[in-house]
Nanobody, 119 residues
């Protein structure tokens, strides 16, 4: 059974930074796409960023391009999301995902970690 465990969420003031981590246990192949979604209260869940397994090619949502960086360590089955210049509108529950299709659907989801950005 595959499990994804997120960490690194918390509260920060606007302009600050946070780094999310997602550790995968079980059978996760290095060629799997891994990524991050988020869901704010009253809003639909949206993709934030994803990264291919073999090439490491990233994709970013327009709303986070230039502020967030996704990276992965295949030896540790871990994906990271460095979030800089945070804005109040980045407040959401962030979910880690993994799967064998770059654009989804994704086979595995984490339980989520809360990120709160105050103005």
């Amino acid at each position: 059974q595959v499990q994804l465990v997120e960490s690194g969420g918390g509260s920060v003031q606007a302009g600050g930074s946070l780094r999310l981590s997602c550790a995968a246990s079980g059978r996760i192949f290095s060629q799997y796409t891994m990524g991050w979604f988020r869901q704010a209260p009253g809003k639909e869940r949206e993709v934030v960023a994803r990264i291919r397994g073999n090439s490491g090619m990233p994709y970013y949502a327009d709303s986070v391009e230039g502020r967030f960086t996704i990276s992965r360590d295949n030896a540790k089955n871990t994906v990271y999301l460095q979030m800089n210049s945070l804005k109040p509108e980045d407040t959401a529950v962030y979910y880690c995902v993994a799967g064998n299709k770059f654009c989804g659907p994704y086979d595995y989801w984490g339980q989520g970690t809360q990120v709160t950005v105050s103005s």
